[in-house]
C-alpha cells in the first residue's frame, strides 16, 4: 500500500525533529524512521558476497565488490543514504531508461515504436538471436540492441552535439554535471564486438541509419557515464515526480512519456528476471552490470541499490535482497491490496 510508504517518510520526519526536540523515548520505539530501515537493510545485507562482479568489460572486473550503497529520494526532494552514498560508477544499461525517454521526446511515441518494441524476451540482455526474426525490431529498449536502436535516434549535428545533447538530458536528471570515464569507455568500445554485431545487423534491416559507428559510441558513452548511488536515487525519483527533478525542479522528460519509460521498466527492466522481479517486488526498475537497481515508486520515491557482484542474469544481487525486502516491508508491490484507491467505482458513484 503506497500510502503507507508517505506515512513512513512522513513520520520519520517527524520522529526526526522529535529526536532534536525531545528525547521520549516511547515516541522513538513506535515506528523505526524510514533512515533507520535504510540502515537495517545496510546492515542486514553488507556481508551477504553472492555473485560476481562484471568482468566482460575489462575495467568493470577493478572494481571493489565490497562496496554499498541504499540510497532513497522521495518525490518531494528529501534524500536518505546509507553506506558508499558517493562512490562514484559507471551507469552501464541504467541509462537505457532515459536515453529511451530522449529518443521519445525527439521523436514522439511512434516513430520510436516503429524502431523498438515493448515486448520482455525472456533472452539475456545481450541477445542477437531475436533480432533476425519477424519485425526485425528489436524487442525493447532495455536490452542492449533496443538501447543501441534508440540511442541512433538521438538527434544533433555530429558526434559532440549529440554527446552534448545527452549529457545535458542527465545534467536534469542527476541536477548537476556528468562526466564519462575514459578508461571504460574505451574498455567497452574495443571490446564491444557483440554490440556492434547486433548494430550492424540492425543497419542491415533499415533499423538504424548510417550513423552506426557514431551511434555505438554514444550507445559506450552512455554505459559509462559515472554516477552516484545518491545520483540514481534522484534520477529515479525524477520518474517518480512526472520527469521534474524534485531537488532543482528542473524538469528532464515531458510527463506524457512517463508511462512509457515506466511500463518498459516494469516489463523489461531486469532483463530475463522482470517476470520473477515483476512477481516479487512489483515496481518498475531497471538494473546495470555495473551494480546499480533504480526502482520507482510512481509519485513517491526513487530507490537505488549499488553493490556489484552480479547473479547470472546481470542483476545486482545484494540490489535485488535489499529491493525484495524494503518492498515486504513497505508494501510498494504494485498489486498490494489498495486502501482508498476505488477512486473509479466512487466516480461511477450508483449508476447503471
Ligand atoms: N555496457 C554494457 C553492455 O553493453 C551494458 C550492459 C548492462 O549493463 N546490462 O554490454
Not at 542527476?174 to 574498455?187: A, K, L, N, R
Not at 526513487?302 to 508494501?331: M, T, Y
Amino acid at each position: 500500500m503506497w500510502y503507507r510508504v508517505a506515512i513512513a517518510i512522513l513520520q520519520s520526519s517527524r520522529l526526526e525533529s522529535s529526536r532534536l526536540e525531545s528525547s521520549d523515548s516511547s515516541i522513538m520505539g513506535a515506528t523505526p524512521s524510514f533512515q533507520s530501515i535504510l540502515d537495517d537493510l545496510y546492515d542486514r545485507y553488507k556481508s551477504f558476497n553472492d555473485g560476481q562482479v562484471a568482468s566482460y568489460i575489462p575495467e568493470l572486473a577493478k572494481v571493489n565488490p565490497d562496496l554499498f550503497s541504499i540510497c532513497v529520494a522521495t518525490a518531494d526532494g528529501r534524500v536518505f543514504t546509507t553506506g558508499d552514498a558517493d562512490q562514484l560508477f559507471t551507469i552501464q544499461s541504467i541509462a537505457k531508461v532515459f536515453v529511451y525517454g530522449m529518443a521519445l521526446d525527439d521523436h514522439g511515441r511512434d516513430k520510436v515504436l516503429a524502431k523498438v518494441g515493448v515486448e520482455p524476451t525472456g533472452d539475456p540482455f545481450n541477445s542477437i538471436i531475436r533480432l533476425d526474426e519477424h519485425s526485425k525490431r528489436p524487442d525493447n529498449p532495455m536490452i542492449n540492441a533496443g538501447a543501441i536502436a534508440t540511442t541512433s535516434l538521438i538527434k544533433g549535428n555530429g558526434p559532440t552535439e549529440r554527446l552534448n545533447r545527452m549529457l545535458d538530458m542527465f545534467r536534469h536528471y542527476v541536477g548537476h554535471d556528468v562526466y564519462i570515464d575514459m578508461s571504460v569507455f574505451v574498455s567497452e568500445r574495443s571490446t564491444g564486438h557483440r554490440n556492434r554485431a547486433m548494430a550492424s545487423l540492425m543497419r542491415h534491416f533499415g533499423m538504424i541509419d548510417d550513423r552506426m559507428d557514431e551511434s555505438l559510441d554514444l550507445y559506450f558513452q552512455q554505459c559509462s557515464m559515472m554516477v552516484t548511488c545518491q545520483d540514481l536515487a534522484v534520477m529515479a525519483a525524477t520518474l517518480a515526480n512526472c520527469g521534474v527533478n524534485p531537488l532543482t525542479g528542473d524538469r528532464a522528460v515531458p510527463g506524457c512519456y512517463i508511462r512509457d519509460i515506466l511500463s518498459v521498466m516494469y516489463t523489461c527492466g531486469m532483463y530475463n528476471f522482470a517476470g520473477e522481479w515483476a512477481y516479487k517486488v512489483g515496481i518498475p526498475a531497471k538494473s546495470g552490470v555495473s551494480g546499480g537497481i533504480i526502482a520507482v515508486v510512481p509519485h513517491q520515491l526513487g530507490i537505488a541499490v549499488f553493490s556489484p557482484p552480479l547473479d547470472s542474469h546481470g542483476n545486482s544481487v545484494r540490489g535485488i535482497k535489499v529491493c525484495e525486502d524494503l518492498a515486504q516491508q513497505l508494501e510498494l508491490h504494485m498489486f498490494d491490496p489498495p486502501m482508498g484507491c476505488s477512486h473509479i467505482l466512487e466516480r461511477i458513484g450508483h449508476e447503471q
